[in-house]
T-cell receptor, first 110, second 113 residues
Framework: DAGVTQSPTHLIKTRGQQVTLRCSPK?????VSWYQQALGQGPQFIFQ???????QRGNFPDRFSGHQFPNYSSELNVNALLLGDSALYLC?????????FGPGTRLTVL | KQEVTQIPAALSVPEGENLVLNCSFT??????LQWFRQDPGKGLTSLLL?????REQTSGRLNASLDKSSGRSTLYIAASQPGDSATYLC????????????FGKGTTLSVSS
């Protein structure tokens, strides 16, 4: 059984650009959460998707948006990138319980 | 405001030593608490999950305890090994309906041989 997968592994963008990160949940999981982890910090909750709807959102600006597809996979979109958006972006999937994390996407904004 | 704090930020020990990592949280009305391990630049691996009704959980050389009244959890690692070197993160879920985990900043452990 494959775990949570994320793509791409690494990404380099310049300020002002837009980026899309992708996440495939564990088999049987219907809920996907996204977290941002800056260097030396703990992960911070961005938002969570369930049944293709954003169910909960953390303290992130509207530049951060997402989507969940009928197969439960999810995308995180960030517009108008800032240098401060450089971080490890983690996806976690769950089915009513424990969250399982993917390996993350390392985003560098130059 | 619901916050999670981990002390110390970094810890270095010789191989074989027993050690304790600390996690404190505001607001004792938690739903559950989870300890994760993170290797440099990697994702999170769940180590132990303690429900609010439990006092401790054990897995191999790891033991996590929970004291809601004092707002504290500890992760005890017995007979540490160089392979235990990693960052250990504590995360709290306060709301059963909501699912956001609130993380501490972690404790970076280095075990020398």
């Amino acid at each position: 059984d494959a775990g949570v997968t994320q793509s791409p592994t690494h990404l380099i963008k310049t300020r002002g650009q837009q980026v899309t990160l992708r996440c495939s949940p564990k088999s049987g999981h219907d809920t996907v959460s996204w977290y941002q982890q800056a260097l030396g910090q703990g992960p911070q909750f961005i938002f969570q998707y369930y049944e293709e709807e954003e169910r909960q959102r953390g303290n992130f600006p509207d530049r951060f948006s997402g989507h969940q597809f009928p197969n439960y996979s999810s995308e995180l979109n960030v517009n108008a990138l800032l240098l401060g958006d450089s971080a490890l972006y983690l996806c976690a999937s769950s089915f009513g319980g424990t969250q399982y994390f993917g390996p993350g996407t390392r985003l560098t904004v130059l | 405001k619901q916050e999670v704090t981990q002390i110390p930020a970094a810890l270095s020990v010789p191989e074989g030593e027993n050690l304790v990592l600390n996690c404190s949280f505001t607001d004792s009305a938690i739903y559950n608490l989870q300890w994760f391990r993170q290797d440099p630049g990697k994702g999170l691996t769940s180590l132990l999950l303690i429900q609010s009704s439990q006092r401790e959980q054990t897995s191999g050389r790891l033991n996590a305890s929970l004291d809601k009244s004092s707002g504290r959890s500890t992760l005890y690692i017995a007979a540490s090994q160089p392979g235990d070197s990693a960052t250990y993160l504590c995360a709290v879920k306060w709301n059963q309906a909501g699912t956001a985990l609130i993380f501490g900043k972690g404790t970076t452990l280095s075990v020398s041989s």
